[in-house]
């Protein structure tokens, strides 16, 4: 059993920066998803076991940078110009896969999920 340790979430104004991290020890494709209140979990970024390959949902495009250090295990996700739409509950995931797919953005194909950590946005 893998376990997925996040750390960084918080509370920040509006225009404002935060840093998640995820450790996990392995060979993942990794992703990071979040759910709002009353809301579907839905992806946001996903970035390839070398790193050379990542993806965005496009509410964050321009704002999110997915990045990982292999040599610390860790993958983090910069988030920059933060928006009270971004309010959630983020979670990090690790996909076993990394033979057949790059990144993904399917939740389904995740196989371990850290505990989740809350990111709030006030305007």
């Known amino acids: 059993q893998v376990h997925l340790v996040e750390s960084g979430g918080g509370s920040v104004q509006a225009g404002g920066s935060l840093r998640l991290s995820c450790a996990a020890s392995?060979?993942?494709?990794m992703g990071w998803f979040r759910q709002a209140p009353g809301k579907e979990r839905e992806f946001v970024a996903s970035?390839?076991?070398?790193?050379?390959?990542?993806a965005y949902e496009d509410s964050v495009k321009g704002r999110f940078t997915i990045s990982r250090d292999n040599i610390k295990n860790t993958s983090y996700l910069q988030m920059n110009s933060l928006k009270p739409e971004d309010t959630a509950v983020y979670y990090c995931?690790?996909?076993?896969?990394?033979?057949?797919?790059?990144?993904?953005?399917?939740?389904?194909?995740?196989?371990?999920w850290g505990q989740g950590t809350q990111v709030t946005v006030s305007s």
């Open positions: 970035i390839s076991w070398t790193g050379g390959r990542s």
């Open positions: 995931a690790a996909a076993a896969d990394t033979t057949t797919m790059a990144v993904t953005t399917n939740p389904a194909e995740y196989d371990y």
């Open positions: 392995g060979r993942y494709v």
